[in-house]
């Protein structure tokens, strides 16, 4: 079955370390985008991208890198910058220029 | 202000009760969505509507583009409805960004 496959559902990191969040779909999409949930608030775009090498900042991208060396797999690092990493993430990929978006299960990030 | 805007936070109904959840945002948008957010996390989409209405089993899903607000209806409520639902617009000025969303309303329905 297509769709979009988010790892680990659960992580725990101490502070200070980086950590990588996994993201990879099997929709021959095009773009894909990284999202953040906070309790009370709406999803925040992290960092987004069009096509295989390139990738543009959202709104909350400060503390985040990314990579998209290939068209199926769109990683998150969380590093040490960034403030306060405790959150869900959530990963969507769509076929560019189409509203229609698939999201991930999520990843529940934990920093002690 | 938030661009989108739902209403209620927080809802409990009884089973069976009809249910509406609102949306109002404040920019033009090309698309709107509802989605559903288990309690694992995992998110699905239900509708996406740029105008009318649609239905989809015991969901209905209308948007009012004058009035900038759609409305997520839940017929015969079951608990298997309890989720978060969000609501998310797609700018009209076709952004790559993608969509910009509501915080949710949390909807419990009681056995």
């Known amino acids: 079955d297509g769709g979009i496959t988010q790892s680990p559902k659960y992580l725990f990191r101490k502070e200070g370390q980086n950590v990588t969040l996994s993201c990879e779909q099997n929709?021959?999409?095009?773009?894909m985008y990284w999202y953040r949930q906070d309790p009370g608030q709406g999803l925040r775009l992290i960092y987004y991208?069009?096509?295989?090498?390139?990738?543009q900042k959202g709104d909350i991208a400060e503390g985040y890198s990314v990579s998209r060396e290939k068209k199926e797999s769109f990683p998150l690092t969380v590093t040490s910058a960034q403030k306060n990493p405790t959150a869900f993430y959530l990963c969507?990929?769509?076929?560019?220029?189409?509203?229609?978006?698939?999201f991930g299960q999520g990843t529940r990030l934990t920093v002690v | 202000k938030n661009e989108v805007e739902q209403s209620p936070q927080n809802l409990t109904a009884q089973e069976g009760e009809f249910i509406t959840i609102n949306c109002s945002y404040s920019v033009g948008i090309s698309a709107l969505h509802w989605l559903q957010q288990h309690p694992g996390g995992g998110i699905v989409s239900l509708f996406m509507?740029?105008?009318g209405k649609k239905k989809h089993g015991r969901l209905i899903a209308t948007i009012n583009i004058q009035e900038k607000h759609s409305s997520l209806h839940i017929t015969a409520s079951h608990p298997r409805d309890s989720a978060v639902y969000i609501c998310a617009v797609r700018s009209a000025s076709g952004s790559a960004r993608q969509l910009t969303f509501g915080s949710g309303t949390q909807l419990t329905v009681l056995p």
């Open positions: 929709l021959n999409h095009d773009a």
């Open positions: 969507a990929s769509s076929i560019l220029g189409q509203t229609e978006a698939f």
């Open positions: 509507l740029s105008s």
């Open positions: 991208s069009q096509i295989v090498n390139d990738f």
